[in-house]
């Protein structure tokens, strides 16, 4: 069974500083997607960086960056220079290649960013 | 460029009633997704169109729950005979397929279902 772990409730960083959120996953599929969502307190789920099983170097788009630990089965999202706007909760999901459709959730993470 | 849109963002019915909710995914988008997510949790899929044809559906998804996308442009989900363990966020998502990409699935902002 496909599944997705984020080991961390909630956690706090104070603004400017860097901060990684954990997430580990299980599959036996050869090929899948890794994502990372961020879900403010409005309730919509906002795409932010995507690593997919066989791509060579880390993901990064902007402030974010993805260290993927293939051996480790991790996928933790980086978050540098934090904002207050940063605040929310933090998902890490799995797409499967084999099948290309549903997403697998973790339970997410709440960050707290702090003046 | 419209993102995906839900309505109703909020609906309370009683225990037993029918509800239905729609789901207008962007344009150009051929798949969409339904998930529930309740509070504390992360999102769980329901099930998933391709165009107009429902591909997979969870084990979720019980009898009372239909999901239809007749043109293969907007869904809806109906939940017959509700049921107060329904109460969560129900959040649908759209995504391109094609030959290259990244194929993710952008959010709408969710229905909302309280049954009393």
């Known amino acids: 069974a496909q599944k997705i772990t984020q080991t961390q409730p909630g956690m706090f960083v104070q603004e400017k500083e860097a901060v990684t959120l954990d997430c580990t996953y299980d599959?036996?599929?050869?090929?899948?997607?890794l994502f990372w969502y961020k879900q403010p307190s409005s309730g919509e789920m906002i795409f932010l960086i995507y690593?997919?099983?066989?791509?060579?170097q880390n993901a990064t788009e902007g402030r974010y960056s993805l260290n993927f630990q293939k051996a480790r089965k991790s996928a933790n999202l980086v978050i540098s220079a934090s904002q207050l706007g940063d605040s929310a909760m933090y998902f890490c999901?799995?797409?499967?290649?084999?099948?290309?459709?549903?997403?697998?959730f973790g339970r997410g993470t709440q960050l707290t960013v702090w003046p | 460029d419209t993102g995906v849109s839900q309505d109703p963002r909020h609906k309370i019915t009683k225990r037993g009633q029918n509800v239905t909710f729609r789901c207008d995914p962007i344009?150009?988008?051929?798949?969409l997704y339904w998930y529930r997510q309740t509070l504390g949790q992360g999102p769980e899929f329901l099930t998933y169109?391709?165009?107009?044809?429902?591909?997979?559906k969870s084990r979720l998804l019980s009898d009372r729950f239909s999901a239809e996308r007749p043109k293969g442009s907007f869904s809806t989900l109906e939940i017959q005979r509700t049921e107060q363990g329904d109460s969560a966020m129900y959040l649908c998502?759209?995504?391109?397929?094609?030959?290259?990409?990244?194929?993710?699935?952008?959010f709408g902002p969710g229905t909302r279902l309280t049954v009393l």
């Open positions: 998502a759209s995504s391109q397929t094609g030959t290259s990409g990244t194929w993710e699935q952008f």
């Open positions: 599959t036996s599929d050869p090929s899948y997607g």
């Open positions: 690593q997919g099983s066989y791509d060579q």
């Open positions: 999901a799995m797409r499967l290649g084999s099948t290309l459709g549903r997403l697998y």
């Open positions: 344009s150009e988008h051929n798949r």
């Open positions: 169109f391709q165009n107009e044809a429902q591909l997979e």
